[in-house]
Structures are given as structure tokens and as C-alpha cells.
């Protein structure tokens, strides 16, 4: 343990660096400062640069996966500490990156899961539209799949942000990129519902910026919206495990499945790289796969 304080002083100026020369959110510089922090604890420093070589660093890696760490979880690691190691080389901390030649083992990659287009109908019915909340909660989950929003972005619309003349969503996505995201009839009628006949109440004469509040006058929050779509899953016996990212997942997914370019929900989804959306292909595979399967005579 003792080794960690050696990487203090780096860790302390990547997150610098990623804060105010990135933009990056503070979820983000969250997440890569616990990535570090157990990356520091763990693995101690080696000569001439005082940091770990590649085959400690995949070492460290494989160890996360046999503690139980799943995939996305391994490659989320994996990523914050290419960052971490980019940085130190343009810094001249480093003589050559340790981690570029990184990549993840095949059996670490799985497919991102995704609901059926009649789980996906039975979720967003179950929020009951006669009560405040319900109403509120059928419009933040017709709105997250009809936009494959991230759920910080879904809560942290603003009342300017919902452009219902236009039919879109204005997005601050990650590193402070602004996208604009359109959507569907069914969901802009949702959300309007929600304005002209809860957030009022809900607010109670308080007022407030974001677009979906709480009974208190807040904004609604990342966990307590994992909450509610735990409950609203349950109540229609979705049990395996749901999360808006699922929601998120199942939007492009349906929009692949459906004919659409994979250029186009890359930017929707507002991945800043083409190689982050292809994942989407590999699900493409397996649906043509399963069909194949289902129905050729031959299969």
C-alpha cells in the first residue's frame, strides 16, 4: 500500500488535466479517479520510469476480472489507465506508453444486453398516468428510449433543452459536446403530458431549471431513477437485471435491427468514436444468427 503515494502526484494531475483542459464531467473524473486509486494500491512502481511495464499492467487486468469485475467494468479500467498512461507520455513521464499495446481478451468482451420490443412496450406502460409521479415517469422512460439518452443526460435536461416545435433534445453529452437528438410523436405527447399536468404540482410554486423534478422541487437523480426502473421492470416481471443503460442499449439495438446506418445512432448515442457504436454490430450477428437458426428449413 505503501507504494501508492508514488503515483499520487501523477493521478492528481491527470484528473487536473481531465477537468479543466478535457471538460470531462464529474462522473467521469470520479470514475477515473477510483480506476487509479485501486490501479495505485495494487500494483507498485518499476524502473527506469517508476511505473509499471505492459506485462504488469496485464497482469493487473486479468487480476480484476478473476476478483469478479465484469467486462465493462475490466474495460472501463482499461481505458482510464491508457488516458492515465497517454498523459504521462506527453508529459515526459514515461519514455514509451505501457499500455497501448493493451487490449482486451476476447473472452472479456460480451454483448451489451438489450430488451425485446415487447418488454421494451411493457416497461414504458407501467408508470400509471392518472398519479403526479407516474406521469413523470412514463415521460423520462418514453424519453429515454425514444433518444438512447445517457441517464445523467436524461436528468440533467433543462426546460430550454426539450425543443418540442423542432421535435428534439438538446444533449451536453460527454467532454461537454452538445448534440441534438430527435424524437419520436409518442414520447414529445408524453412529455408534454407531464408538463401540463405534474410538474406544476410537483413543484409546488418552487421553481426549477431541469425538465423532470422530484415531489421535494429537485432534480430527479442517477439513482433514484435506477430505482424506479428496477420497480417498473419487477411490476411487469422484468427480473434480470435492468438499468436505463439497458433502455439505452435496446434504442440502438431496435434502430439497427430496423434498417438504420450505424453512423447515424453513433450519433445519437454521442460516442465521440465509430469503434464505440460497433459493438451494436456484434449484436447485429447474433440476431441474424437466430434467425438463420430459427427459420431456415436447413439450419
Not at 32 to 45: Q, T
Not at 55 to 83: I, M, P
Not at 92 to 97: S, V
Not at 286 to 299: G, Y
Amino acid at each position: 500500500m505503501l507504494h501508492a503515494a508514488t503515483y499520487e502526484g501523477r493521478i492528481r494531475a491527470f484528473l487536473d488535466y481531465c477537468r479543466v483542459e478535457k471538460g470531462l464531467s464529474a462522473n467521469t473524473l470520479d470514475a477515473y479517479r477510483r480506476d487509479l486509486e485501486r490501479f495505485a494500491a495494487s500494483v507498485p512502481p518499476e524502473p527506469p520510469d517508476n511505473f509499471p511495464g505492459p506485462d504488469a499492467l496485464r497482469r493487473y487486468l486479468d487480476s480484476l476480472f478473476e476478483a469478479g469485475l465484469g467486462s465493462r467494468s475490466v474495460a472501463r479500467h482499461l481505458t482510464t489507465l491508457r488516458n492515465f498512461t497517454a498523459f504521462l507520455l506527453r508529459e515526459g513521464q514515461l519514455q514509451k506508453d505501457p499500455a497501448a499495446c493493451l487490449s482486451l481478451p476476447k473472452q472479456w468482451h460480451n454483448l451489451p444486453k438489450y430488451l425485446s420490443v415487447k418488454e421494451i412496450s411493457d416497461l414504458l406502460e407501467a408508470p400509471d398516468p392518472a398519479s403526479r409521479i407516474g406521469l413523470r415517469d412514463r415521460a423520462m422512460l418514453q424519453l429515454l428510449y425514444a433518444s438512447g439518452l445517457r441517464v445523467s443526460e436524461l436528468c440533467k435536461l433543462q426546460l430550454s433543452d426539450f425543443m418540442e416545435d423542432l421535435g428534439v433534445v438538446r444533449v451536453m453529452g460527454k467532454g461537454g459536446r452538445q448534440r441534438f437528438v430527435p424524437v419520436g410523436k409518442e414520447a414529445l405527447a408524453a412529455v408534454r403530458a407531464y408538463l401540463d399536468g405534474s410538474r406544476a404540482a410537483l413543484l409546488k410554486g418552487r421553481s426549477s431549471r431541469y425538465l423532470f423534478v422530484t415531489a421535494r422541487g429537485t432534480c430527479m437523480t442517477r439513482q433514484m431513477f435506477w430505482k424506479l426502473i428496477v420497480g417498473y421492470g419487477k411490476k411487469v416481471g422484468i427480473f434480470r437485471r435492468l438499468t436505463p443503460h439497458v433502455v439505452r442499449h435496446s434504442f440502438a439495438t431496435h434502430l439497427l435491427e430496423g434498417g438504420a446506418d450505424l453512423r447515424s445512432v453513433q450519433t445519437m448515442l454521442g460516442h465521440a468514436d465509430i469503434s464505440t457504436t460497433q459493438i451494436y454490430t456484434h449484436v447485429m450477428r447474433s440476431h441474424l444468427r437466430k434467425t438463420l437458426d430459427e427459420h431456415h428449413p436447413r439450419a
